[in-house]
């Protein structure tokens, strides 16, 4: 009974949305939960606490694997047993299992020399975003938690942040269309769309 009534969960997606397995599900720890509405709530309270943590520091972020998988975990850990750990099964959207670890220390690898370089900040942060959620590592949650890692970068470098309409993009909204062609185009490292996305929405903090 409870097996079934989870599944509402995964009804009314927006467009985009990785579906949960009836794995991932299991790994739910509160158990009023059975509807996306529900859900919503409870980790957009977990993703507050996670964000007081975070962007009331002083502290500058350790950009190193380790501290990324400790961020999901921190952001959905009241919400999901799995937080933080690696997705073991294959999704719609993703690299390989096996490919996730080699695919993140190549991504920090490539942060750095964009660094080095001196690249925009819109586009460093637009190809951080796009191959955070491309590499896509856990279950779900891979969206927000690309944001929220992009952000974290845009605090300690250019005292910035993305000013995201997050209730937008978690629904079928066009906000949410437009974000979601911009990803799909960047898959094809067509990144304009996206930078023109992060430029909208790249504030300061000092303002």
């Known amino acids: 009974m409870e ?15 990785t579906p949960l397995s009836p794995e991932d599900l299991e790994g739910l720890i509160p158990r009023y939960i059975t509807t996306r509405s529900e859900l919503n709530d409870a980790e957009f309270k977990n993703i507050t606490e ?20 400790k961020v999901h975990k921190e952001m959905f850990g009241q919400v999901w047993k799995w937080a933080g750990k690696k997705r073991i099964t294959e999704k719609n959207i993703g690299v390989e299992k ?3 670890d080699v695919e993140i220390i190549k991504l920090l690898d490539d942060l750095d020399y964009w660094l080095k370089q001196n690249m925009n900040i819109a586009e460093i942060s637009a190809r951080l975003h796009h191959r955070l959620v491309y590499i896509h590592p856990f279950n779900n949650g891979n969206g927000r938690w690309g944001r929220f890692i992009v952000n974290l970068f845009l605090k300690d470098h250019y005292d910035s942040y993305l000013d995201f309409p997050e209730d937008e993009i978690l629904l079928t909204t066009e906000i949410r269309k437009s974000y979601i062609a911009a990803l799909r185009e960047a898959d094809s490292l067509k990144y304009e769309r996206l930078i023109d996305l992060h430029n909208k929405y790249i504030s300061n903090f000092s303002l």
């Not at 097996?3 to 949305?17: D, F, Q």
């Not at 996670?50 to 998988?69: C, E, N, Q, V």
Request: glycine fraction near 6%.
């Open 50 to 69: 996670a964000s007081k943590k975070y962007f009331l520091s002083r502290k500058r972020f350790p950009f190193t694997i380790g501290h990324l998988y």
């Open 98 to 100: 096996t490919q996730i």
């Open 3 to 17: 097996s079934n009534s989870k599944k509402k969960i995964n009804r009314e997606l927006p467009p985009g949305a």
